[in-house]
């Protein structure tokens, strides 16, 4: 009895098809979210980004999109002569590290570096600026320190206050994932149609 067959080219290719696009739609339904959801944000800082103050705070503090870890954890406030005027430990609890300041700051711009470690476990820092009092003049801004821990370390995973995340946007995710689920039920078509044309032939 003779019978018919799908050639082995065609049979090949049909299920290298199925392999390689189920792959597709599995790395992006899978790999999308966790990108969404990378590393921590910060949420708010105290003084804001940028902020004058009247008198000299006692306190800075940076809330975070989620709780960090007290691993690693370090929080410099310095002057434009690069003098470090953090007083005391840098407290954490839960999703906000709060870092006490020298008793009698003087008026002045300043730099607040931080450095975290996220919840998921990656470092993340960045700057912001603030001032008290009376800037003088020529002392708007602070010089950058690249020897001053916590500004170089976790360069490549930085999350600058009120910058977004690296992750992708929800809805972005969805259309993502339907996309791939698309792919996926379009490769278990096709292969059903030639196995249909097998068995009809």
Do not use: C
Request: aromatic residues 6%; charged residues 15%.
């Amino acid at each position: 009895m003779r019978q018919n067959m799908i050639p082995f080219p065609r049979a090949r290719w049909a299920m290298t098809a199925l392999a390689v696009l189920t792959l597709v739609s599995l790395s992006v339904v899978s790999g999308a979210a966790p990108a969404a959801m990378a590393h921590d944000q910060v949420l708010s800082t105290s003084p804001n980004a940028g902020e004058n103050l009247d008198s000299a705070p006692k306190q800075v503090a940076i809330v975070f999109s989620d709780d960090i870890l007290s691993v690693g954890a370090i929080m410099l406030i310095v002057d434009r002569q690069g003098r470090n005027w953090a007083g005391g430990t840098l407290a954490l609890d839960r999703a906000t590290a709060t870092q006490p300041l020298a008793p009698d700051l003087p008026d002045g711009a300043y730099e607040v570096r931080w450095r975290v470690v996220s919840a998921d476990g990656h470092p993340v820092a960045g700057t912001f600026p603030f001032s008290v009092g009376t800037v003088p003049a020529g002392s708007a801004s602070v010089t950058p320190d690249p020897a001053t821990p916590g500004t170089t370390d976790a360069a490549a995973d930085q999350a600058p206050p009120g910058a977004p995340g690296e992750g992708l946007p929800l809805p972005v995710i969805a259309l993502l994932g339907a996309g791939g689920g698309i792919a996926f039920f379009a490769a278990v078509l096709l292969l059903t149609r030639f196995w249909t044309r097998r068995r009809s032939a």
